[in-house]
T-cell receptor, first 113, second 110 residues
């Protein structure tokens, strides 16, 4: 059974702090990893994706992948109230299509002014 | 450029009623997907279509049928709605990762 596990939260951080969101997955053959942000009542939107071990940075966001530990994380630097949302971790057994994508239940992040 | 458009946005059904959720994309994507999202469960794949004319079951297909009408449109049908099908339904499309989601349909079955 493939599973993607996330702490449901809520995770609360003060404005300007670093928010750290974590995700573990059970399928060791997983190939691609995604973080989506979902505001309340809205659809998920892609924040980051990562395929290789290590870190990938995009602006205030850094995705970290450790395939040996089956662990992927998302760091948000200089957190803003507008970052308050649910963050979904998604793990795909394939690289070139989405037919094997599995989602975690999401971590709710609150950034307090 | 509308992206992925779903209709309706909200729907209330009585147990046993049927309905079809509509989805259309204008990005010329080959693959389209239907997910449901329930509290504490994450997004779960119901059905997908890798290309026009093909459909495949996902993780939770029971109680649903789909039609890939053409490359743009992928509909989801509930033949006899049950309270367990109360959920938020998202359509998505892609050519390759990532997924592009529609705005969702909130369905309540009483």
């Amino acid at each position: 059974q493939k599973e993607v596990e996330q702490n449901s939260g809520p995770l609360s951080v003060p404005e300007g702090a670093i928010a750290s969101l974590n995700c573990t997955y059970s399928d060791r053959g997983s190939q691609s990893f995604f973080w989506y942000r979902q505001y309340s009542g809205k659809s998920p939107e892609l924040i980051m994706f990562i395929y290789s071990n290590g870190d990938k940075e995009d602006g205030r966001f850094t995705a970290q992948l450790n395939k040996a530990s089956q662990y992927v994380s998302l760091l948000i630097r200089d957190s803003q109230p507008s970052d308050s949302a649910t963050y979904l971790c998604a793990v795909n057994g394939l690289v070139d299509n989405n037919n094997d994508m599995r989602f975690g239940a999401g971590t709710r992040l609150t950034v307090k002014p | 450029n509308a992206g992925v458009t779903q209709t309706p946005k909200f729907q209330v059904l009585k147990t046993g009623q049927s309905m079809t959720l509509q989805c259309a994309q204008d990005m010329n994507h080959n693959s389209m997907y239907w997910y449901r999202q329930d509290p504490g469960m994450g997004l779960r794949l119901i059905y997908y279509s890798a290309s026009e004319g093909t459909t495949d079951k996902g993780e939770v297909p029971n109680g649903y049928n789909v039609s890939r009408l053409n490359k743009r449109e992928f509909s989801l049908r509930l033949e006899s709605a049950a309270p367990s099908q109360t959920s938020v339904y998202f359509c998505a499309s892609s050519e390759r990762p990532p997924l592009h989601f529609g705005n969702g349909t909130r369905l309540t079955v009483t």
